[in-house]
């Protein structure tokens, strides 16, 4: 017994066929799933739209409940994780998928409005900019030993700098006996006096400017082979955080899930509870990147200013979450364990930070 056609004579015109039984393995259906195989019952012809609403659905969860969950997990802190961990599975997405669904639309704006190449343009304005290119450039030079040994060699010569402060600070044994004429304090290029090797004149590493100030020269023929090699692991690190983006983001929830674990060792929780809670708080931190994105891409507003939203934002959620989820019975104890929490956290996310560069640096020597 396959399909059973509703009687015209009851007035109903409608081609649509009552499913009693399951198309996939014949057992016999009273709601709208299968209890025996799972299967969804629905007609032998589906429509184009049905069918790739079932294509969205089952690949990139875009459905109902996908808003539903968003809407809850921004809107009350915590509660998604508490219902989760009492069976309430059904009701929401699961965490893991709802991830790589934001994921893949972050990554599609990117591609779509930054791609690689602007990133790798956001690189290159980085290392030429005035106020960074000095002491990238001086950093370069401590990996060349031979140039090093070549300026402490050196005669040293008085001359009048035009860069900023902190270059002398960072190198004091390249630059000596500062005496400040205009300090900005971090607004732009400072005047200063200075002892410089005579060596970064002589090979146009400095060079003057109309007004008889020495400024760093970012002519390609001078800028130093270190140089060259941080800029193509600015340039990898680029290429990875961009390729594998999804991976490097859900990677940074077991990391937070063991900082939890850490924090409640005497509970004995099992290691799954704190990893959906991780998924879950990963998942609004998706959220708020890509509000601030679509911000930054329609506004143009500062980055440095968005990206202190972005920490603020999720310092605060966490807090809530952290209440709603372990402390619901004191917030001065929510505060306290999940900034500390936080903490570890951010430690975790460093290493995994560290392991990327060095990935990048082998990459370009090897």
Known sequence: MGKKLQNPENGDN?????????????????GKFCHECGQQVMDTSPTVGSFIMEYLNNAFIWDPLCIKTLWTLVRRPGQLTNEFLKGKI????NPLKLN??????FITLFMLFSGTDGANRSVDNMLTDEMLYPTMQLDSFKEDRAYV????????????????????????DVLDKISVIDNTHGQSLDKWEATVPRVLIEDKILILNEEGYYFFNTDEEVIADGQREFQQVLYTLVDIGTTYFPMIMLLTAPFLALALALMHVRRKQPLINHFIYSLHYTAFVEILILLI??????????????????????????????????????????????LVTYMIY?????????????????????
């Open 346 to 366: 951010l430690i975790n996310c460093a290493i995994l930070a560290i392991i990327v560069f060095v990935i990048a640096c082998a990459i370009i020597l090897l």
């Open 100 to 105: 790589m669904f934001l994921l893949f639309i």
């Open 14 to 30: 409608s081609k649509e066929a009552h499913i009693t039984h399951c198309l996939n393995c014949g057992t016999e259906v009273t």
């Open 149 to 172: 040994a070549k300026m402490k060699s050196s005669p040293r010569d008085t001359v009048l700098m035009y860069a900023p402060l902190s270059v002398e600070r960072d190198h004091p």
């Open 90 to 93: 059904f009701s929401q997405e």
């Open 293 to 338: 994105y679509v911000i930054y891409l329609t506004t143009g507003a500062s980055m440095d200013m968005l990206q202190w939203i972005i920490r603020i934002g999720a310092t605060i959620y966490l807090v809530l979450a952290y209440h709603k989820v372990y402390e619901p019975k004191s917030w001065f104890k929510s505060i306290l364990k999940a």
